[in-house]
């Protein structure tokens, strides 16, 4: 795709986010976040399947303060590619409160892997949504996972609830932590005993390196804020495992454009999903500061 000027680009995010009623616990971590851009420094793939205004590290960091958290993991968005430039970029303008998750060619060289690590990457992700890449290569993905596994990082997997099956023995293939965005997308209508989230719970269950990102509220949700469904389908998830649950804003929430999310109404959710101080301390702080701070 080729990028217009910032007007023709999409824009998914809200310039006046209220102010969460709950205030995260010192130290807490956004665990997922992206850039984009600036375009004109660092331009979207080719291969990018959505082009979006500019959403730069000072934004994000504007909307970190304000909504009470310390840090964020910026992941890098599929619009670009595997070039982690912007994503590194937002990593070094953090004074050291952001780490970041990179998209990479399964060829990378050591050195570029090395780079990576000095520039504050953690982790690698594998997007095996159709709508937003065009390969996801099993195999060579394993064999990066080997790779990365000795700098102390771990994998974080995006895919929805009808691939859970035929994904299981390749994440039961990766020696590292496997981090699950959105839960793997279950269908919340069905509510908290339904099928889509009993198969991820059983999955988690039997593979003890998978943790859960417990985000993407507004994704997820049918009945939309105060998202109740979705409170009432995670909370039992962040419960059973509270050591290896991750939470997120998404900002700038790639492709919610015609259903932009209120981020300070995210916030508030994780209160609910996350009902003690001890288990938000874990949700926000500790679990995140074991993958991204702690790591060596
Ligand atoms: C998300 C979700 C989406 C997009 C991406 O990398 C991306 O472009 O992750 C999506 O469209 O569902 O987690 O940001």
């Known amino acids: ?69 310390a840090r964020n993991v910026i992941v890098q968005a599929s619009c670009h590619g595997t070039d982690n430039a912007a994503t ?14 990179a998209v990479v060619d399964p060829a990378i060289s050591d050195a570029e892997l090395a780079r990576l690590h000095a520039g504050g990457i953690r982790g690698v992700r594998f997007n095996f949504l159709k709508r937003l890449v065009d390969h996801a290569p099993k195999d060579a993905f394993l064999a990066l996972a080997q790779r990365i596994a000795p700098l102390g990082w771990h994998v974080v997997v995006y895919f929805e609830a009808d691939l859970l099956v035929e994904l299981t023995p390749f994440l039961a293939a990766i020696p590292t932590v496997v ?7 279950p269908d919340i209508g069905q509510g908290p005993g339904g099928a889509d989230i009993s198969a991820f719970v059983a999955l988690l269950d039997a593979q003890p390196h998978l943790w859960a990102k417990v985000s993407g509220a ?5 009945t939309g804020a105060p998202y109740d469904d979705f409170v009432a389908v995670v909370r039992p998830v962040v419960e059973r495992f509270p050591d290896r649950v991750l939470w997120g804003t998404d900002w700038p929430h790639p492709n919610m454009e015609t259903n932009i999310p209120d981020d300070g109404a995210l916030v508030d959710v994780v209160p609910r999903i996350a009902v003690s101080a001890q288990l938000q301390q874990k949700l926000l702080v500790a679990n995140p500061d074991r993958l991204y701070w702690l790591a060596a």
Do not use: C
């Open 1 to 69: 795709m080729t990028a217009g000027n910032n007007s023709t680009r999409i824009k998914s995010w809200t310039d006046a986010p209220s102010r969460p009623a709950w205030t995260p616990p010192p130290g807490a971590v956004d665990a997922h976040v992206h850039v984009f851009g600036p375009e004109a420094l660092f331009p979207f793939s080719p291969k990018a399947k959505y082009l979006p205004q500019d959403a730069t590290p000072e934004m994000l960091f504007a909307l970190r303060d304000s909504l009470g958290f």
């Open 218 to 222: 507004d994704r997820l949700s049918v």
């Open 88 to 101: 590194l970029d937002g990593i070094a303008r953090s004074n050291g409160t952001a780490r970041g998750v």
């Open 179 to 185: 981090v699950v965005d959105h839960l793997g997308r």
